[in-house]
């Protein structure tokens, strides 16, 4: 970004989405908060509105456009401005042009471990499977719950699509279709829905049908949008995106084609993490004193206990509860015990600035190396490798 800016004016740099849902707002503020630290960069929009509208597009005026896209005819029209343009979503993936987006194979990967964590053995995919992010969710998805050997189930959904005066597109779930979906499972199944629309829809369906959140049916969704996910009963779990940190970069993109001329780039970041809402708020395990040690565990984990302070709050044996652990999950407790100190790592990584070495000891590790040695060795890269959390082509 070393070129002076261009004379007389400042580069003009549109954001073309929507903003009625709170990852799209991110998204747009990621690219105001990386505009507003670059001397020759501005966002303009549509009048006294930050954003651009579709059904506005050929009116604007601008240097390049920063877009989510719902559609293939949507990238087509991007082609004909003959403007550079980053796209900032992963519906339509398109090779030809830049993208920044999540890592959608591991948002499904995280969605069907914190389901497989609650000790669910019987998993849904409830989607529609066409667009390439819903694919790659369901990939993700599908291959974690094989590779533990657990029941993975597709279940398609057909979602009402329909587009607002602004030309921004928005679904409606058929609610007595989920219901009659819903009697075709045994219950407890675990679902997860690549979009929090969809899981609105299917606790809707769930509350009809009679069937209690999270213990018969536990749901997780995409997208933490507050008002979206928590004015329903139960609020509703969710995988998070890097949405800010998405539009940052993307502008930083843009910003590169627009001045120095640089080629087509792809970057697909990690997922932030999981907010844990009721809807997944459950241990399905089938005997009393595994589940107490695992809650025990989870609650429990930063403290840095050991195997006997597990032992003393379950009352049993230390023996005894490692016969239960390999009856019923086919592990010991102190590999249960690395697993969730594993996990906890992982949050703290995707959420904090925080130092290794503090996060090894928020964890429950006795040091950074020890945490370092078993993160290697628990996920094939380093806690630095993983807290970068980018897979570049």
């Known amino acids: 970004m070393s070129e002076p800016p261009k004379t007389g004016s400042r580069y003009r740099v549109g954001i073309l989405m929507h903003a009625s849902q709170e990852h799209m707002r991110q998204v747009a503020l990621g690219v105001a908060h990386c505009a507003q630290l670059t001397p020759d960069w501005e966002v303009s929009g549509d009048g006294f509105h930050p954003l651009i509208p579709w059904n506005r597009l050929n009116k604007w005026k601008g240097d390049g456009i920063i877009a989510i896209v719902n559609s293939h005819e949507q990238i087509e029209i991007l082609k004909k401005l003959n403007l550079p343009f980053v796209l900032a979503g992963s519906r339509v993936i398109d090779k030809e042009y830049s993208v920044v987006a999540s890592n959608n194979y591991s948002i499904g990967q995280m969605a069907a471990e914190h389901l497989v964590e609650s000790g669910f053995r019987r998993l849904v995919f409830l989607g529609q499977a066409v667009w390439d992010d819903e694919l790659l969710r369901l990939k993700g998805f599908q291959e974690l719950v094989e590779q533990?050997?657990?029941?993975f189930i597709l279940s398609d959904i057909k979602l009402d699509e329909y587009r607002a005066r602004d030309s921004s597109t928005h679904y409606r779930t058929n609610v007595d279709k989920l219901v009659t979906q819903l009697a075709n499972f045994v219950t407890p199944f675990a679902v997860y829905c690549?979009?929090?629309v969809i899981a609105r829809g299917l606790i809707e369906a769930c509350n009809i049908a009679g069937l209690s959140i999270p213990e018969e049916v536990a749901i997780i969704g995409v997208n933490d949008d507050a008002l979206e996910c928590e004015s329903i009963l139960p609020a509703i779990s969710t995988v998070v995106q890097q949405s800010r940190r998405i539009?940052?970069?993307?502008c930083q993109y843009l910003h590169e084609m627009v001045?120095?001329?640089?080629?087509?780039?792809?970057?697909?970041?990690?997922?932030q993490g999981i907010v844990a809402r009721q809807s997944t708020d459950v241990l399905l395990v089938d005997d009393q004193k595994v589940e107490k040690a695992m809650r025990f565990m989870r609650d429990n984990v930063g403290r840095g206990i050991g195997i006997e302070e597990v032992v003393a709050a379950v009352g049993i044996s230390r023996r005894g509860l490692e016969v239960k652990f390999k009856q019923v999950l086919n592990r010991t407790p102190l590999s249960e015990l690395n697993r969730v100190r594993i996990g906890k790592?992982?949050?703290?990584?995707?959420?904090s600035d925080a130092s290794i070495t503090a996060i090894a000891l928020d964890s429950g590790f006795g040091s950074s190396q020890s945490f370092c040695v078993a993160f290697k060795k628990a996920c094939g890269s380093s806690p630095t490798e993983f807290r970068r959390g980018e897979n570049e082509s």
């Open 259 to 271: 001045v120095n001329h640089a080629g087509v780039s792809h970057q697909f970041l990690e997922p």
């Open 194 to 196: 690549p979009n929090s």
């Open 148 to 151: 533990r050997g657990l029941e």
């Open 345 to 351: 790592a992982k949050q703290l990584l995707r959420y």
């Open 247 to 250: 539009g940052f970069r993307a």
